[in-house]
């Protein structure tokens, strides 16, 4: 049985359609009052006619970091602040590595990476402040864990990225802030159709076969369930598509294979772990201060 979420608040960016409207709608069905964002008003409102009164929406921008501060200020001016953030919004633009443009990068790299960092560090500093603490649960994919298909080069890139930041979020946030990445594979959704800048027009071949391969998907509200479910739970990992760990175990065998060979342990150990040296750097000046 799915646990209640009455009265929590919850903000989902990308709320306007695939997984971040399922996601709302998933939260919303346990009681949870739901702010969603988005840069497409249509999507939105379409997804706020299956939440109920309780929710509302936001446009926002998440690559324009001003944008998600008035996001944040709108939260807690509608809900008194946040428990649950799900840093989905993502896009796409399909191409082989030396085939993009500077522009297609800048506008993947621009929502996926800088907009993710946009939005989960302007809510962590709000849940930060509440006695309560919050939840955050990144949107990464499979290819955060070294899945990688044809012509998602710089998503692909995008995705490892927001590893790297939620890791570095998790290490750094305090007891009360819970953080989660969402590692989905191939879901029913309408990703990389959604509405894309000017002078950036998407192949209609493309938009096609894309449309019928994620028909093919893991149906949205089952992945949606288990984000939530993984996020209430805080656990770091959160995936759905069991393939995934053979992409996941490759990768360690080969860089466990390149470490015997090249960094065995017995070569210089830990003497150069930045960590210790940080620590021995810092223990070094506060007793030189003395």
């Not at 953030?85 to 800088?114: C, H, P, S």
């Not at 290490?171 to 590692?183: G, T």
């Not at 949606?224 to 209430?232: E, I, W």
């Amino acid at each position: 049985m799915a646990s209640s979420l009455e009265n929590m608040r919850a903000v989902v960016t990308g709320g306007a359609s695939g997984i971040g409207r399922a996601i709302a709608c998933e939260l919303a069905s346990r009681g949870a009052k739901v702010i969603i964002s988005d840069v497409n008003d249509a999507g939105m409102a379409e997804t706020l006619a299956k939440l109920g009164s309780a929710c509302s929406s936001f446009h926002c921008d998440v690559s324009d970091h001003a944008q998600v501060e008035k996001l944040a200020a709108f939260a807690t001016e509608t809900l008194g602040g946040c428990d649950l953030l799900f840093a989905n919004a993502g896009v796409i633009a399909a191409g082989r590595y030396t085939k993009m443009t500077v522009a297609e990068v800048d506008w993947i790299l621009g929502a996926n990476v800088r907009g993710v960092w946009s939005t989960t560090s302007v809510f962590a500093r709000m849940m930060e402040q509440q006695a309560e603490g919050g939840r955050i649960c990144f949107t990464g994919s499979e290819h955060s864990l070294g899945f990688q298909h044809a012509n998602a080069a710089v998503y692909t890139a995008s995705k490892h990225a927001v590893l790297g930041l939620a890791e570095v979020l998790r290490a750094e946030a305090p007891e009360n802030l819970s953080v989660s990445i969402f590692c989905p594979g191939l879901v029913g959704t309408a990703l990389g159709g959604g509405p894309r800048p000017d002078g950036l027009p998407a192949q209609q071949r493309n938009l096609d076969m894309s449309a019928r391969i994620q028909a093919k998907g893991m149906p949205v509200e089952e992945a949606a369930r288990d984000a939530v479910d993984g996020t209430l739970r805080r656990d770091f990992y959160v995936v759905t598509h069991s393939h995934t760990i053979r992409a996941a175990e490759r990768r360690v065998l080969e860089m466990e294979a390149a470490f015997a060979a090249q960094a065995p342990w017995e070569r210089n150990g830990d003497r150069f772990d930045v960590n210790s040296v940080l620590a021995a750097v810092a223990a070094e000046m506060k007793s030189e201060s003395k």
